[in-house]
């Protein structure tokens, strides 16, 4: 029975093989004739594996065969992400050249810059041989002129239709359009903003457009505008290029596109998706068109522009990254990286049972064949004992992986260098071999070695850090390949591996190098402005105090005005230098708070009085507050210091309207202060940048552009944000918004009370001391020329007695019949803290009103625990200082006392 089988069997292959020959010398003997092979070059923007390229090549080659048309296809990549414009001109006028001997029937050209830079590189083929392009997103017309040998299509940026697209999936308030400084990058920018003033007007009342230029931004702002972007904004971009997707993979909002470039099969450009063709589509119609044209159908003369056929397109794997809902997508959208099982899941349940039922029917067999495959794999792992001793003499270790018992194989040197534990063989397993690699690294090996089993064709490297017993990391680099063979499950892995540690040593030392080199230009820019802020009010200063003394034939009314600006300049460099020491604080870290009950309508009622007298007269000063008043606990300097910046700049730039200043509370229970102006307004481009340290909107406009950085930095000491909203020629407003608290929110009689008011029984009686016909001064003042500055202020009045130190102060007092002092903080022998100290343990009432040179509010603080009943600050203002003297001593009421 079982010959009778053989016989039948051996009888039908013997039928089967005569058949076969027969057909051959049939096909072979035959005439026909030869069917015509179109020479088709198609040139690509991008490197040659780009992840869209490989769809882009389907739709060429469905689009040939579709037609029916026997063609012969020449890819060429351009890559152009690496090249200058000059460079693609003279590498495709080479290609050209190179074509002669075989010249194309048709060239196919795909995106932007390969089309634009075929078409201008002026070799003859660009006029006497048909030329198709597609992909095009900013196509320039001019080119084409004089060209009747080119058509192609086009890819329609449609703004609108996008903005639509993401507000169907999230919430859309900011719309952030990323571009950059390149010809494609301007072009789109203008296009962007052609779309955008054709939108309907609800657009422009519901979105806020902004450009982003990455490469033009510092790095830091840029990563963090990208990751700590807020819930309602989203980013467009008008072209791709391959940093993008560094950006836009670690932000937590989606990016668009406008054109179909940077996403695609196992591509993970960072663009959740758009409206335009896909890949696919483009090299389709390219080729369509092109079949057209070489059978005839259509002349290339004729043909014109066309746009692709455009659709919804996505990115299954940036949906999964921002856990969006595939349901919330329009049903006519495709979707790139999609895994077979979404899209086919009803068939692969059913084709996993079936392949179940076939695994229980073949498990036999399979162990048979496991058996088998075991030997081979004993064998050949004998044969590569030998090549690890070509190694022996260097320092480069040979291994082995095998993927079916997860076991690694290494010369035995290895583990002395990495001082692995060698036990009894030179095997380890995955999981042991991934605990003594650094955790940051294990996933990434773990990556391409899955990559390297899945495309055995090629070949892979990475770096990693590998523990030894001293719990160290040891950087190490290994390059492998796969080893395929037709018994095996899953192809082994061969490679060797070196210690690199040397070299990550080295370029550590170049980082900080680096690092160093840019702290000292940093720090010589802030010199150099630092230098320009202080020259330019000093210049003023020096140049006119030299004209008032050389000068006798100044008038009256020229001299006014010359005092008045040295006093302008004066206070200018006076506060760059207060800018400057609470910058050097803010960047020691050494700031310190002290938080007390504040009264925000007082403290805004004294800093429109402090500003009334430098605004102009058309500009008037308003004060908002709300009906029920708020107290809350701040440090009261320093917000008076964030305040009075806000308020000085809105008096520099407002010359008519209005100046409103004010606080309100909302119901997230904030106390927010503003400054808003009807001033010049900033540009929204710079809003971004205007906290940056010596930002200036108006480069000719004085100031040391350190106040609104200072501003920033104090408010998020204090817990709070401060934000600005303006247009250009409308104004600006700037607010400040600090949380609220139980103990803020409780209302305390005795804190409304104005603490800046003296109160009458602390304010010391003049008629204390009337032994002598004027009252008595006693000045304490180690500099000469500042005792004399404040002689000639005070005038021939009292009678003024000096103290050279605090010691000196004392004994005076002591000796001396005294109705009020003036005493400077910082003296020799004993300074004047201490000597206030000594006195107010002889006098409690005596006025004692300390000065400074010092620029810190904690100096006030330490004043007033110790006892003065008032502060003034160098460079003295006369007029203060006359008001402060006339708040203790009432000259008037002296004399009739006296007479």
């Known amino acids: 029975m079982a010959k009778k089988k053989k016989i039948i069997l051996l009888t039908t292959l013997v039928a089967v093989v005569m058949t076969t020959v027969i057909g051959v010398l049939v096909f072979l003997l035959n005439p026909r004739d030869k069917e015509q092979i179109y020479k088709i070059l198609v040139i690509h923007s991008y490197k040659e594996g780009y992840s869209w390229g490989e769809e882009i090549n389907k739709g060429i080659s469905t689009g040939f065969s579709k037609n029916h048309l026997n063609v012969s296809l020449k890819h060429f990549y351009l890559n152009c992400e ?19 001997e075989n010249k194309p029937d048709l060239i196919l050209v795909e995106d932007d810059q390969a089309t634009f830079s075929l078409i201008t590189c002026e070799h003859p083929f660009t006029k006497n041989i048909p030329i198709i392009f597609a992909g095009v997103s900013y196509l320039n017309y001019d080119i084409l002129i004089g060209h009747n040998n080119i058509t192609g299509f086009e890819c329609k940026k449609e703004l609108q239709k996008c903005i639509d697209l993401a507000r169907s999936i999230s919430s859309v308030k900011y719309i952030n359009v990323v571009i950059d400084s390149t010809i494609l990058g301007k072009a789109s920018q203008k296009e962007i903003i052609e779309q955008w003033k054709q939108l309907p007007a609800s657009y422009k009342t519901d979105y806020k457009l902004r450009f982003i230029s990455p490469r033009d931004t510092r790095t830091f702002n840029v990563l963090f505008q990208f990751r700590y972007a807020q819930n309602d904004e989203i980013f467009i971009l008008p072209r791709w290029d391959f940093t993008t997707s560094l950006f836009s993979n670690i932000s937590n909002r989606p990016f668009y596109s406008l054109c179909n470039e940077g996403i695609g099969k196992n591509m993970n450009g960072g663009i959740l998706g758009g409206i335009f063709p896909t890949s696919f589509q483009q090299g389709y119609d390219g080729a369509c068109l092109a079949a057209d044209i070489l059978l005839k159908k259509k002349v290339i003369t004729h043909v014109p522009l066309q746009y692709h056929a455009s659709k919804p397109v996505y990115d299954w794997l940036q949906i999964k990254r921002l856990d969006l809902s595939p349901s919330s997508f329009p049903p006519e959208s495709y979707f790139y990286n999609m895994p077979a099982f979404e899209k086919y899941k009803t068939v692969i349940i059913i084709i996993s049972v079936i392949v179940a039922i076939l695994l229980l029917t073949a498990c036999y067999m399979l162990i048979r064949e496991y058996i088998k495959k075991k030997r081979i794999q004993e064998q050949l792992f004998s044969n590569q004992q030998l090549l690890y001793q070509v190694f022996h003499a260097i320092n480069f270790y040979p291994w082995l992986y095998d993927p079916n018992n997860e076991i690694f194989s290494f010369d035995k040197r290895f583990f002395s260098g990495t001082d692995i534990p060698f036990i009894k063989s030179p095997q380890i397993g995955k999981e042991e071999i991934l605990q003594r690699i650094h955790p940051d690294d294990r996933e990434n090996i773990n990556a391409q070695i899955r990559n390297s089993i899945k495309h055995p064709e090629k070949r892979g490297e990475c770096e990693f850090r590998i523990g030894n017993r001293n719990d160290k990391f040891e950087w190490w680099k290994i390059a492998f390949s796969a080893i395929t063979t037709s018994s095996e499950k899953a192809p082994r892995i061969c490679g060797i591996c070196f210690s690199i540690e040397e070299v990550k040593q080295h370029e550590k030392e170049l980082i900080i190098a680096k690092d160093m080199a840019a702290q000292a230009e940093l720090k010589q820019s802030f010199l150099a402005n630092i230098s320009h802020e202080i020259r330019t009010p000093l210049n003023v200063i020096v140049g006119f105090t030299n004209l008032l003394t050389d000068n006798d034939d100044i008038t009256d009314e020229e001299r006014h005005e010359i005092i008045q600006t040295i006093n302008k300049n004066c206070e200018t460099l006076l506060k760059l230098i207060n800018d400057i020491l609470e910058l050097s604080l803010l960047e020691s870290g050494k700031i310190e708070l002290q938080k007390e009950f504040c009264n925000p309508h007082v403290l805004l009622s004294r800093l429109i009085e402090q500003f009334e007298s430098q605004k102009t007269e058309n500009v008037k000063f308003k004060l908002s507050t709300p009906i029920h008043p708020v107290i809350f606990k701040t440090d ?23 100046i409103t200043i004010g ?34 909107e108006d480069e000719f406009t004085q100031g040391s552009g350190l106040g609104l950085s200072i501003s920033a930095r104090i408010t998020k000491l204090l817990n709070g944000v401060i934000k600005v909203d303006s247009q250009k020629d409308k104004g600006s407003c700037f607010s400040i918004i600090f949380p609220l608290t139980k103990e803020d929110k409780a209302e305390n009689p005795k804190i409304f009370m104005d603490t800046y008011s003296p109160k009458p029984e602390n304010v010391p009686k003049a008629d204390r001391y009337n032994n002598f016909q004027k009252p008595c001064l006693l000045i304490a003042e180690d500099i000469e020329s500042n005792f004399l500055l404040l002689q000639t202020i005070i005038g021939n009045k009292y009678n003024i007695i000096w103290a050279k130190n605090g010691k000196e102060a004392v004994d005076l007092f002591k000796s001396e019949t005294v109705n009020m002092i003036l005493m400077d903080i910082k003296m020799p022998e004993m300074n004047g803290i201490e000597a206030l100290k000594e006195i107010r343990k002889i006098s409690s009432d005596i006025p004692i009103v300390m000065q400074t040179a010092h620029a810190f509010d904690r100096d006030r603080e330490i004043a007033e625990k110790a006892g003065c009943n008032g502060f003034i600050t160098k460079p003295i203002n006369p007029q203060i200082l006359r008001d402060m003297i006339n708040r203790f001593i009432n000259i008037d009421s002296y004399k009739r006392t006296n007479n």
């Open 636 to 658: 009261e300097i320093r917000l008076k210091n964030i305040l009075s910046n806000l308020i000085h700049n809105a008096v520099k730039f407002t010359h008519e309207g209005t």
């Open 82 to 100: 690496q090249l200058n414009a000059k460079s693609e001109l003279a590498i495709l006028y080479k290609l050209l050249e190179e074509q002669k």
């Open 663 to 696: 606080y309100k509370t909302n119901e997230n229970k904030e106390i927010i202060f503003f400054v808003q102006d009807t001033g010049c307004g900033i540009c929204e481009k710079k809003l971004l940048v205007i906290f940056d340290h010596f930002y200036k």
